[in-house]
């Protein structure tokens, strides 16, 4: 089972750029997808971007399309989130799931597992 963990988070102003890291253990990584999700205070968990596991493919919530970026480096065992054009509102602790398809992780189960997330708050 591959565990991931996020990094690159931090605080940044509105219009700013943040690229977050989710890095994974173990050599099966290259085979799953990976979905970025983010929870806001007081807000259900939603998604935000896919990838499938060789990287052609990839989906995006409506609200980050043009702005978010995601990639992955299956030789470093690492996808990216590159977030441009930050808002206010893309403040919430951001996660990352593998799964074995892209629609996989689009979605979640209650059986999930989550990592720790990284804080990404941004204000003026």
């Known amino acids: 089972q591959v565990q991931l963990v996020e990094s690159g988070g931090g605080l940044v102003q509105p219009g700013g750029s943040l690229r977050l890291s989710c890095a994974a253990s173990g050599r099966t990584f290259s085979v799953y997808a990976v979905g970025w999700f983010r929870q806001a205070p007081g807000k259900e968990r939603e998604f935000v971007a896919g990838i499938s596991w060789k990287g052609g493919s990839t989906d995006y919530a409506d609200s980050v399309k043009g702005r978010f970026t995601i990639s992955r480096d299956n030789a470093k065992h690492t996808v990216y989130l590159q977030m441009n054009s930050l808002k206010p509102e893309d403040t919430a602790v951001y996660y990352c799931?593998?799964?074995?398809?892209?629609?996989?992780?689009?979605?979640?189960?209650?059986?999930?597992?989550w990592g720790q997330g990284t804080q990404v708050t941004v204000t003026s």
């Open positions: 799931i593998a799964g074995d398809s892209l629609l996989r992780v689009t979605t979640t189960r209650p059986d999930d597992s």
